[in-house]
């Protein structure tokens, strides 16, 4: 895996607005295997497979997505992660990568186990629901929070498994799943290196492991 502080050059990345995916795509080798389930548009396949000459597959719920996927010139089928993930062999593919999407699967330690399943690396990015913003809004306002990270009000959202930065580290370590690198990304779409779970938990709007199978 690359190292993120090696940062690609300004101009190479123009269609990655948000800022997990830039960290992503910064943590993948150049020409690894990728999945990218959960693809959405298919913008970092498209870039991963530009700029990084990787061999890209997407997976993507919404047929809006797949068809503004397969319009970019990508291998993207239609598929649900809390079923689909279980048709692909053991390895298939050096780096899985599930952005944003874990909160909304209906069984995320099923999904998670799947991910270090089919991929030799898993890369997983959620949002924080122990960020302090959050926090704030519920502790304030008395109210389910609307964030960048988390845009829709609570009557909307597809989001049914949300979880803080320390859920989801417990979750790795009662699966025997290993956490490589972990990451958070500020309000500012700055990535951190996590050195202390407590204030990451704390400050981290989004969270990006990198993971593999114990």
Not at 39 to 62: F, I, N, P, T, Y
Request: glycine letters at 8%; one cysteine or more; proline letters at 6%.
């Amino acid at each position: 895996m690359s190292d993120p502080r090696h940062s690609l050059p300004v101009g190479e990345v123009p269609a990655l607005v948000r800022a997990d995916l830039r960290l992503i795509a910064e943590l993948i080798e150049p020409r690894s295997r990728v999945l990218d389930i959960g693809c959405g548009d298919g913008a970092l396949l498209e870039h991963l497979v530009r700029e990084k000459r990787v061999v890209g597959r997407g997976m993507e719920l919404s047929q809006e997505g797949v068809n503004a996927s397969v319009a970019r010139g990508l291998s993207v089928v239609q598929g649900d992660a809390d079923t689909a993930l279980a048709d692909y062999p053991d390895a298939a593919f050096d780096v899985a990568v599930l952005s944003k999407t874990l909160q909304a699967t209906r069984d995320p330690r099923a999904v998670l186990r799947q991910l270090v399943r089919i991929g030799r690396h898993a890369i997983v990015s959620f949002p924080n629901f122990g960020y302090w913003r959050i926090r704030g809004s519920l502790l304030f306002c008395g109210r389910m929070p609307v964030t960048p990270s988390l845009p829709a009000p609570w009557y909307e959202t597809e989001n049914i498994h949300l979880c803080t930065l320390r859920d989801f580290t417990a979750l790795c370590a009662s699966e025997g799943i290993l956490v490589e690198r972990a990451f958070t990304v500020d309000d500012e779409g700055e990535p951190r290196r996590i050195r202390s779970l407590a204030l990451a938990n704390l400050f981290g709007q989004d969270g990006v492991f990198l993971l593999r199978k114990g």
